[in-house]
């Protein structure tokens, strides 16, 4: 059941129930604004990822930025995006079993819709789905890179062959993305783990080609590699999601000299509530596992001047170590309302109904996130 927003337009942010989901506007607009530049001055097509955001508005406004459509990951997640309004959305991930292809064929009928495979009796699948929904199916290849995917050669062109000849497909390329390279700390070692899948890309964009059939997109590439994918020339199209949010975990990359990787600013921000302060040296907050995702650390409490350091996390509690900076820094008190950069924020994301859109301490907007739970 959702839940009723934990704010409303005109609210100052102080008063703000929480646990709550933050976006600051300026920097995610900023945000925004510097992807589509960049994805246009490389001639880059834009496919931003959903599945981090899930929130159909969002992916609105970045299409009237420049974007072609959206990303997601699960059937249920296209489903919110095209009922929100997105026209042009690519499963980029494999959709198996009757019940699932029958809703990417249905949705099909409404939205422009493409599917990733790697398997041969996946193909016949769709193709029977889409020829009894009377739809095209957009089909790409996924080349292999430790997860889903199948290897260039042999293996990519019978794919590429068996869509061809599918009724109801049309085949649209090679879905080539490099999750594991995203957050490589150095920035030589994300541009060496690119250069490797741009090599399986392109080795497989030839043996299709040289087997008669053109190969329209090969779509990948993160917010940690994008610029190496821009520059492949094999690339044309780029699926980078986080930038739009950022998150600690992207904070730890690097870029060239290790200079902090800093080209996007942090937008997203759970915003807690110091519950209690049982010692000098602890306090504890509203914001736990159940607010803010771990699987990439935990939370980092914002603001350079807070002597607060979040060190560990149950189910509705943050412990938080103070007093450890000197007077010189202000400290917490029972009340206070904290902004936490989370781990990892598309995990995160998924803990919420809302997000609390923020302007010059002000709720300017509150949105829903519709794909929130979308797992199938």
Not at 19 to 27: K, R, V
Not at 239 to 256: I, P, V
């Amino acid at each position: 059941m959702t839940t009723y927003p934990p704010a409303e337009p005109g609210m100052r942010l102080e008063d703000v129930d929480t646990p709550a989901l933050i976006i600051e506007l300026a920097p995610f607009e900023a945000n925004l604004a510097r992807m589509a530049k960049d994805a246009k001055a490389a001639g880059m097509a834009l496919r931003p990822h959903a599945k981090m955001h899930k929130c159909p508005a969002i992916g609105l406004k970045q299409m009237a930025l420049g974007a072609v459509g959206m990303c997601c990951q699960k059937v249920s997640e296209a489903e919110a995006m095209v009922n929100g309004g997105v026209t042009d959305v690519l499963v980029s991930n494999q959709v198996v079993g009757a019940q699932k292809i029958a809703r990417l064929a249905s949705l099909a009928t409404r939205a422009r819709i493409g599917v990733c495979v790697d398997d041969l009796d996946n193909v016949d699948q769709l193709s029977v789905a889409a020829v009894a929904f009377g739809v095209e199916l957009e089909t790409l290849i996924e080349i292999s890179l430790g997860r889903c995917g199948v290897e260039p050669g042999e293996p990519a062109t019978a794919l590429a062959k068996r869509i061809e000849s599918a009724p109801g497909l049309r085949f649209g390329g090679l879905h080539v993305y490099h999750g594991g390279a995203q957050h490589i700390r150095e920035k030589d070692g994300r541009c060496a783990a690119i250069a490797h899948a741009t090599a399986l890309a392109r080795s497989a964009k030839e043996g299709i080609e040289a087997a008669g059939i053109a190969v329209p997109r090969v779509t990948g590439a993160g917010t940690g590699t994008y610029e190496f994918e821009a520059a492949s020339g094999v690339y044309n199209e780029l699926q980078c999601g986080s930038y739009a949010f950022m998150d600690a975990d992207y904070g730890r990359n690097k870029d060239e000299g290790g200079t902090p990787y800093d080209r996007f600013e942090q937008s997203l921000f759970v915003y807690a509530t110091v519950m209690s302060c049982p010692t000098p040296d602890r306090a504890v907050c509203d914001a736990g596992l159940k607010a803010s995702s771990v699987d990439s650390g935990l939370p980092v409490v914002a603001g350079a001047d807070l002597d607060a350091e979040y060190v560990g996390a149950s189910d509705e509690h943050g412990a938080m170590r103070v007093g450890r900076r000197g007077a010189s820094n202000r400290t917490l008190k029972l009340g206070d309302k904290i902004k936490l950069i989370p781990g990892h924020c598309d995990p995160t994301v998924n803990l919420y109904d809302w997000y609390v859109c923020v302007r010059d301490g002000r709720v300017e907007a509150v949105w829903p996130i519709a794909a929130r739970g979308c797992m199938t």
